[in-house]
Structures are given as structure tokens and as C-alpha cells.
């Protein structure tokens, strides 16, 4: 094993730029309903697995959001999983806010009611995650907020087996975002459509049954 001269191997990069290494990643439509101003829309990439059995699933919401305020006051939302017919509704609703604009109705969005959460679901979404708030914790200028999945629901056709089927459901993958050329006030984000044919599959098993006998832990 030969040990590498850093500067040779790797080009330091920003603590900001460092983010684009876990792209592409699918971003959240999150949902929610307000008794006094209805469902509104916020793209969110802040989201993550929390837990595995049962499966929950963590989301950061700013402070200074429309979306904050519902979630506080209802305990409850839906993640939902945009497709690439969406995109507009992902630009959207990541830049305009709910007190000003009503996104749903702006965006013509169809919707179906939830099953345990009184939150719509985007009918035109790959899937929608029915959430309920279990805890939360302040830190900055954010709420982290821990969920418990109530339902979920996925497009038709939209699972193979327990895998994302890419030819029955066209999730959208965020890229990123950058400044446009030659204008520092005008940021463009990138996607990318994936399909059937982008699916591998990697040769798990193979590998780890060749390791030497010794006690298999992830």
C-alpha cells in the first residue's frame, strides 16, 4: 500500500463547495397545512434518514419560514418526492415564500389528501412520506425536527422490489447550485434525470465473502 502525497491526490476545496460531494441527491417538496392559510410548498434538501426500525426521518426547517410556523403549530408534514415533471414546483417553491404566494395554487398542483396526516400529498410526486413530529431541537437558526413515518405512498409501478424502479418513476437528482456565469446575483441549480439504464448493481456479496473469516459488522 503506497502512501500518496496529498497535494498530488486531492485540490482543497471550500468548506461550502465540500456539499457537492454527496450530490446527486433527491430533494424533499415539504408539505404542510396551516388552518388559516392552507397547504403550502418549501424545496428542502436538509432531510435525512434518523432511525431504521422504526424508520424515521429528520428535517431542518429555518427559522424565518412559513414552513417553520405550520410545523410548529400542526407537529406534522409530508416529504414528498419530486419527479422530473416537477421541476418548476422544486424552483419555485425553494424561493418564494408561502406568506406571499400560494404555491399550490400558482404551481397548479393536483393533490390527494393524506391518510393519517391532515396534509395534502402531490399527486404528481414519485412518492409522499406522511410524517408526524416526535421531537425537535433548536440549534442556530434551525429547527431539527425527528418524524415518525404515519403512511407512504409511491407511484404506481414505482418500486422494484424495495429498489426505486427509474424507468416507472423519473425522481428528480439535484446537482447543486452555482452563481451564472459573469452574474453574482443570479444562482442557477442543476438536475439531472435518471433512468433505467443508470441502474448498477454492485457486487456486495462477492466481495464480502472473499474478506477473511471474521465477524461480519457494518
Known sequence: MESLDRSEAFEEISAHDSKSLFKPKVVSLVVTN?????PNLMTASWWMLAGYN????QLAVSHKTHTHEIIEQSGEFVLAAPS???IDAVAV????????VDKLEYLDLDTVPGKHVDVP?????VGNIECSVLDSFTFENCTYYFAEVETA???RGGLDGRVLSLDDADVLAYMGSDWAD???ETKSRYYAELSGDDL?????ESVRNALPDTEQSE
Open 182 to 184: 459573469g452574474d453574482e
Open 93 to 100: 417553491a425553494g424561493q418564494v415564500s408561502g406568506r406571499d
Open 153 to 155: 405512498h409511491v407511484t
Open 200 to 204: 448498477r448493481r454492485y457486487p456486495g
Open 121 to 125: 400529498l402531490l399527486a404528481d410526486a
Open 54 to 57: 422504526p424508520l424515521r426521518y
Open 84 to 86: 422530473t415533471g416537477m
Open 34 to 38: 396551516s388552518p388559516e392559510t392552507g
